[in-house]
């Protein structure tokens, strides 16, 4: 009869959440607990007190359940989280029946640090003191998330103006030698916008799940390329420099690039399966008083991949 | 008056115009321009901004805002320090302050948190989504100068529902008017609201966030009043630095608010800094009885408001100096409660309430004398206390009392009284109060005092000498005092004259059994002080028998048993230290009957030294060796002078004096006749004038006889 395994908390920094306003950082947050339900992986989230509990509730029920998206932030949240789940030992143990690795439960607090984007937009600072907050919890990080939106940077091309603006101040105030030592997940936000969509799809980055309901992705040795072409066609002549600003001032290694949807393409109920015809999830508003929802139930895409990704960083760090 | 001051305010009718506004230096106008005339109602002027997105825009910014001396980027700063965070319900408000360019409060922003109005005609052009369809909240903030606030005193409920009536305009403009009610709003003068701000004003004064929990379903403007009834509990100079919310999110990062509500506690943890964040208190709403005040100066305000009970609103509303929330201003505050009694009354009162033993009496007249403890520092007459102690016996140890309530009397009326830390002569004058001996809690309110001095320390913990109980020597221990300290104060004490011969026993025997327990040579400090000869005199006056026997212990502790002559070489060759009788009959005591004589001249010796004789002119006799036969002249005149060499550095002169001293005038030379057959001179018999005519006298006469004999013997 196996034992219970052993449970072992990892500790570790906490991951900061990046990214110009209406990117999509708190959706992206909101999703989190429906996709880790969603892909079975064996993780699950966990309020780790009673604040941060209750948001997570939340935000989870507005988007899951009101197909609503979260309001914007306002100044930086904490969100004490943490990621549960099982793994194998690397190493086997002796049993009566022989050598087996023994399962333990791990427990990756992730102290997530929601900003309001307008924090960091170079553009227009609200407060020196809020900023200088924000990049101290950047710096304090071992993981950030940078939501890289192609819509607005179709539409305002803002992206490298808010990127350089804290890079420059992080990297005055950490003063490395080397590159800063940070593991970066790279997500370009709303794949399940028609653009966003459109333009995977005309550079041939496309593949689709085989399981049900068949969602198309942009594989992972895809996405930074995808990434690097969507800067390409920014509205300013800036945006190409993000992805060399990244890759310099982070090491390239420890950067990683996602194409991600917090809501998922919309799925007929009916068929259950993507329909390249009709598969617009977000429903803008039509009147001045309407607000955006999401037309069906919410499947998110690569939401999971990145927060597991520097969980697991994060445990190392922290051995 | 300046013309843009005459241009109205947007929201206020034509007949509001500031008729006999001054300006200030800045262009502000001032407060006794605030009132629209003198029978209108009050009035205070403010500068404005608008906090929120465009239609088209996703990111907030001030929109607009007056043309004052405040910027856009000052308002844009103040609201996003004082965020509340994610706002659940709207509208909410917020209260903050903006320092001014020295440092000192100058602003009380107040801030209203709000969607625009649905209707378009009160919307001021506001939309209520931005350019993703997200709502708008929208920051109404207005900034009025503290020293306008502090002359009209409107509470916060006041400002909201004035600034209810302004609409801003749509664009920059000049500072707005509020229009104050006429009737200043309503608090609770009692039930739990009451109950709860009272406990909640003690604990904002330990400096610690306080987070209301549990008034979810409690309406906004319940919750204003919550927050001004706890104002009102307060100095009203306290607003000046005042940070509040009507609500705030538990999962901001770093609020920067005193007092907010909430719908969880915020964790612990540490700021981005790494600083570890303060722990907000929490209370909850319906439970104002869960709530325990910590900390000096929450309690004894706690302590002040229930003396004062329903008058507090109206005392500290006069309060209006400027207060910050740190501790050098709280204790100042706290230290000047209107409506408190001098200490000097105080006192009276106290005496008063002590012949009827009013314990209810008594323990407002000590958290009083407390109050006035955690003051700032103040100039007291501590004469005037002490006489008033010792007139209404204070300090007695009066049985109808508690051991507890005594305990705080005894502890306070020393510090109020005596001065704490307590020194010496502090320690006699409460004996001087009290009466010898103290009574035990009283010296257990002693022990409890910080004392200046070992003295006092020691006479705190020590009633009589010749205690077997190390443990007042081991806790002195603890403080690391050195171990001759004690008895070099003593001494000290004893050269001043300022020892009081009751307590010379006591801390002689302390001093010299930590000298002893603790000391790696205990033996050369008593050397240096003469072996405590001429302390013994002053501790012991005229009990000589007693001097004797606590000198033997000293040497025998000393020298360890019988003293050889070596030994009383060293006793009686202390510079500077002239044997007492005292001290002459201890060693005599403690030395061989043989000795004795050696013992005496040691002692004339010493007394000559000390009274300033040369030191060639003070040994009286050696110790005759059989040889070489010192009667010889020539080996005595070369022996003598080597060891006159090797005295040549006197122990009576200081370094750097030559070595014949030379006499004090007021010793007059020793008459010779006393000298005779007392002092061997070191140099020559011969020298002397009569000693030679003797002997020329005796050799003539011997001569004689010698010629007388051999004649009668040769003519025979």
Redesign the interface.
């Known amino acids: 009869m196996p034992s219970e395994p052993a449970s072992e908390t990892v500790l570790g920094k906490g991951i900061t959440l990046w990214g110009a306003?209406?990117t999509g950082k708190t959706t992206f947050l909101a999703a989190l607990y429906t996709a880790l339900l969603d892909q079975d992986t064996g993780w699950r989230l966990r309020g780790?007190?009673?604040?941060?509990t209750?948001?997570l509730v939340t935000l989870t029920h507005t988007l899951a359940d009101d197909g609503m998206?979260p309001?914007?932030?306002?100044?930086?949240?904490?969100?004490?989280w943490s990621l549960v789940g099982t793994v194998p030992r690397a190493i086997k143990e002796w049993h009566w029946y022989g050598l087996r690795r023994r399962d333990r439960n791990v427990v990756i607090p992730l102290e997530l640090?929601d900003a309001?984007?307008?924090i960091a937009?170079a553009g227009?600072v609200?407060?020196?003191?809020?900023t200088q907050?924000f990049v101290?919890?950047l710096a304090?990080s071992t993981g950030i998330v940078f939501f890289f939106d192609p819509i607005r940077e179709f539409e305002r091309g803002d992206a490298f103006q808010h990127t350089f603006g804290v890079l420059a101040q992080l990297d005055s105030q950490m003063k490395r030698r080397g590159k800063l030592p940070h593991h970066v997940a790279v997500c370009v936000t709303k794949f399940d916008e028609q653009r966003v969509f459109d333009a995977a799809a005309r550079m041939g980055m496309i593949d689709y799940d085989d399981a049900p309901p068949g969602f198309p992705r942009v594989p992972e040795e895809d996405a930074r390329d995808f990434f690097a072409r969507l800067c390409a066609v920014s509205r300013t002549r800036t945006a190409h420099r993000v992805l060399p600003l990244l890759e310099q001032t982070f090491d390239p290694s420890r950067i990683r690039f996602f194409v991600t949807s917090a809501i998922g393409f919309y799925v007929d109920r009916y068929s259950g399966m993507f329909d390249p015809q009709d598969y617009q999830q977000h429903i803008?508003?039509t009147i001045?008083?309407?607000?955006?929802r999401v037309r069906g139930v919410v499947r998110p895409i690569n939401v999971v991949e990145p927060i597991v990704w520097l969980g697991k960083q994060l445990a190392r760090t922290a051995g | 008056v300046d013309d843009r001051d005459l241009i109205p305010p947007a929201g206020q009718p034509p007949e509001m115009l500031w008729s006999d506004g001054l300006t200030r230096p800045d262009g502000v106008l001032s407060g006794d321009s605030l009132a629209a005339d003198v029978t209108g109602p009050p009035a205070i002027v403010a500068e404005w901004a608008l906090w929120g997105k465009e239609a088209q825009e996703t990111g907030y910014h001030v929109l607009r805002c007056s043309n004052g001396p405040l910027r856009a980027q000052d308002f844009s700063e103040v609201i996003t320090r004082y965020s509340p965070g994610e706002l659940e319900g709207l509208p909410e408000y917020t209260v903050s302050w903006i320092p001014g360019a020295n440092r000192e409060p100058e602003y009380v922003a107040m801030g209203i948190h709000e969607l625009a109005p649905a209707d378009p005609q009160r919307a001021d052009g506001r939309s209520r989504r931005d350019a993703v369809g997200r709502e708008i909240v929208f920051v109404r903030l207005f900034c009025m100068r503290y020293a306008d606030l502090a002359e009209l005193s409107p509470s916060y409920q006041d400002l909201v529902q004035a600034a209810d009536q302004v609409q801003f305009p749509a664009a920059a403009a000049d500072p707005v008017t509020l229009t104050l009610p006429a009737q200043p709003s309503p608090i609770p003068g009692s039930g739990t609201a009451r109950r709860l701000a009272e406990r909640v004003a003690a604990l904002l004064l330990t400096g610690h966030p306080v987070c209301v929990l549990g008034a979810d379903d409690i309406p906004v403007a319940e919750r204003l009043r919550f927050i001004d009834t706890v104002m009102a509990m307060l100095p009203y100079g306290l607003r000046a630095t005042m940070s509040a919310a009507t609500w705030a999110g538990s999962t901001s990062q770093d609020l920067k608010l005193r007092l907010f509500f909430s719908g969880a506690p915020r964790v612990g943890g540490r700021l981005t800094d790494g600083r570890p964040r303060a722990e907000d208190c929490l209370v909850e709403w319906a439970h104002p009885e869960a709530v325990h005040v910590t900390g000096d100066a929450g309690l004894l305000y706690q302590d002040w408001l229930k003396d004062v009970r329903g008058q507090a609103p109206a005392l500290l509303a006069e309060q209006a100096s400027p207060v910050r929330f740190n501790s050098a201003d709280i204790r100042h505050m706290v230290g000047n409660l209107p409506k408190d009694k001098g200490v000097a009354e105080t006192l009276d009162d106290l005496g008063q309430s002590m012949l009827i033993a009013d314990r209810s009496a008594i323990k407002t007249a000590i958290r009083r004398l407390q109050r006035y403890l955690a003051g700032e520092h103040k100039p007291a007459d501590l004469i005037d206390y002490q006489r008033r102690v010792r007139a209404g016996h204070l300090l007695a140890d009066d049985g109808r009392l508690s051991a507890a309530l005594k305990r705080e009397l005894y502890d306070v009326l020393l510090r109020v009284a005596f001065g704490v830390p307590l020194t010496y002569a502090g320690y006699c004058s409460v004996e001087e109060c009290a009466g010898v001996p103290l009574h035990a809690p009283l010296r257990a309110a002693l022990v409890r005092s910080d004392a200046a001095d070992c003295l006092t320390w020691v006479l705190a913990r020590e009633t009589r000498p010749g205690s077997r109980s190390g443990k007042s020597l081991d806790e002195l221990r603890q403080q690391r005092m050195p171990a001759a300290e004690p008895l070099e104060r003593v001494v000290r004490a004893v050269a001043a004259q300022a020892l009081r011969p009751a307590h010379g026993p006591i801390v002689l025997d302390f001093a010299l059994r930590y000298l002893w327990k603790y000391s790696e040579d205990p033996r050369t400090v008593l050397a240096r002080h003469g072996y405590l000869a001429w302390q013994h005199e002053y501790i012991y006056p005229g009990d000589l028998e007693t001097q004797v026997k606590q000198l033997v212990r000293v040497l025998g502790v000393t020298f360890g048993g019988p003293l050889s002559r070596s030994d009383i070489d060293e006793v009686f060759g202390q510079p500077g230290y002239p044997p007492t009788v005292a001290l002459e009959e201890a060693v005599v005591r403690m030395t061989d009957r043989r000795n004795r004589g050696y013992v005496r001249e040691q002692v004339a010796a010493a007394i000559l030294r000390s009274r300033g004789f040369p030191s060639q002119t003070v040994l009286v006799r050696r110790q005759r060796l059989w040889w070489p036969p010192q009667r010889w002249p020539w080996w005595r005149r070369g022996h003598e002078a080597a060891a006159g060499q090797r005295q040549s550095t006197p122990q009576l002169e200081p370094a750097g004096q030559p070595d014949t001293v030379p006499l004090p005038p007021t010793i007059a030379p020793p008459p010779p006749a006393r000298l005779r057959n007392r002092v061997l001179f070191r140099d020559s018999a011969w020298a002397h004038p009569r000693i030679t005519v003797v002997t020329v006298v005796l050799l003539l006469v011997l001569v004689a006889a010698v010629f007388l004999i051999t004649r009668s013997v040769l003519h025979g």
């Open positions: 306003t209406a780790e007190d009673q604040g941060s209750e948001a998206f309001g914007g932030t306002t100044g930086i949240r904490n969100y004490h640090v309001a984007g307008e937009d227009r609200q407060s020196r003191e809020i907050r101290d919890n304090n803008p508003p001045p008083d309407e607000e955006p």
